[in-house]
């Protein structure tokens, strides 16, 4: 019953956390940048200013769908940030070219979380079956379960390795827009304040994901 309170309690965390990030970015979207630069050309900005030139800034469909694509070397703008030239915007297209730079100066976190990425999507791609089989069969065939455990320990420590990389690349928009005077003071308390709650949304996904996997954990324990 606690795992299953936990688990509750952390969900709810995370739609409300959801629900802040939504607003927040809503609110800073409506406020203009008093140099009028676009989200794509802050990110284009960004990249040349970091010597990266093997980077194209494209925009893509949706809302928050903002990504750094280390294969394809792109930065992936969604088409509110791209065309845009609120606070959010710059904030949202100033943190996905922190990645760029993380990739191009071997940032360590990055690194690591690039190597996991073919664990995780394997493991993505059957855990899910394996842990239900695993918990029909904990009793006769406990192997499976475990089994199971292991690749979603895989997810959870992807999860918490993510969290390095977005703060560092939270704090290398924040420190590069105030360093190029492309925000001033006040602007600059918006962009911390809606890339606060967006990390905040991979901090509670990552504890999600501890939860559960103290919940599958238990189930195994108590399999007698």
Partial sequence: MGAYILIGLIALIGMLVQSKLK????????????KGYTGAEVA????????????????????????????????????PVYDSNSVAAVAVAAHECGHAVQHARGYKWLQLRSALVPVVQFSSSVVQWILIAGILLVKSFPQLLLIGILLFAATVVF???????????????????????????EESR????????AARTYVVAALSSLATLLYYLNIYNNRR
């Fill in 23 to 34: 607003s927040k970015f809503n609110y800073y979207g409506k406020i203009r940048l008093k």
């Fill in 44 to 79: 284009q900005m960004m990249l040349e200013d970091n010597g990266i030139h093997d980077v194209k800034v494209v925009s893509t469909p949706g809302f928050l769908t903002d990504h750094y694509h280390p294969v394809k070397k792109t930065v992936n703008l969604s088409e």
């Fill in 190 to 197: 918006g962009v911390a304040d809606a890339l606060k709650w």
């Fill in 159 to 185: 999860s918490f390795i993510t969290l390095p990389v977005e703060y560092d690349a939270s704090n290398r928009a924040k420190k590069w827009l105030i360093d190029k005077g492309i925000v001033d003071r």
